[in-house]
């Protein structure tokens, strides 16, 4: 598992997973406007879309908030153009970072994204340069004390997932990013209750970080994840067993 899903595991348990709902609200109305603006506005039949409405719903966003993005998003009403960016460089001890932006503005967000990478050591680095490391794939989570874990495996492995693995209070069901929603679709189907589903950018090796540079680089992905126009962002470090003792305290 990579650094990264360790560390949000850390901030979920310190109340940290995200700021004020308000900047919940503003990441996902941006999701819901482009989903809908690129697949149109029918939840059945644009899966993008559908994912980004249940996240809302599952944030308590309001019903017309969700409607009105969706209007924005198929021209329906106007709003504000968003365009998809993704930028690459490197945090501490060449550890890759991706991160998925939307904005309406991209030098204003280059800018700022930059200065994150400036104040922590890091360094912006051209397309390609890290996106080669990671991988696609869709995560569906499940709360332990809901289903069986022998059911589980059974039915997800029969879905099609690749794996199934414990996190804390969680199962994590890993799934191609091509069958995530007809896997999640099967979990429905056979009574299982999902807490969540996704998709992730998941490493293929990682790179372990400890003391001043592991604190270097959680300063960075909290620079970066409280930027309004930063949608997600993914990195390959792994935190040394001294760090998550410390953190977890």
Known sequence: MSGHNKWSTIKHKKGKA?????????KLIKEITVAARMGGGDIAGNARLRKAVLEGRAN????????????????ELEGVVY??????G??????????????????????????????????????GSVAYLFRTAGHITVDKAKVNEDEL???????????????DDQWIIETGFEDLWEVREKLEAAGIAIADT????????????GGKDADTMLKLMDMLED???????????????????????
């Open 18 to 26: 995200d700021a004020e709902r308000g900047k919940i609200f503003t």
């Open 60 to 75: 308590n966003m309001p019903a017309e908030n969700i409607k009105r993005a969706i209007m924005k998003g198929t021209g």
């Open 83 to 88: 365009e998809e960016y993704t930028y690459e």
């Open 90 to 127: 490197y945090g501490p001890n060449g550890a890759a970072v991706l991160v998925d932006a939307m904005t309406d503005n991209k030098n204003r967000t280059t800018g700022e994204v930059r200065l994150a990478f400036n104040k922590c050591g890091g360094k912006m680095a051209v397309v």
């Open 153 to 167: 495996m059974l039915v997800a492995l029969d879905a099609g997932a690749v794996d199934v693995e414990a996190e």
């Open 198 to 209: 996704k998709t992730v950018k998941l490493p293929s090796l990682t790179v372990e970080l």
């Open 227 to 249: 930027n309004d126009d930063v949608q997600h962002v993914w990195s390959n470090f792994d935190l040394d067993d001294a760090t998550v003792q410390r953190l977890n305290q």
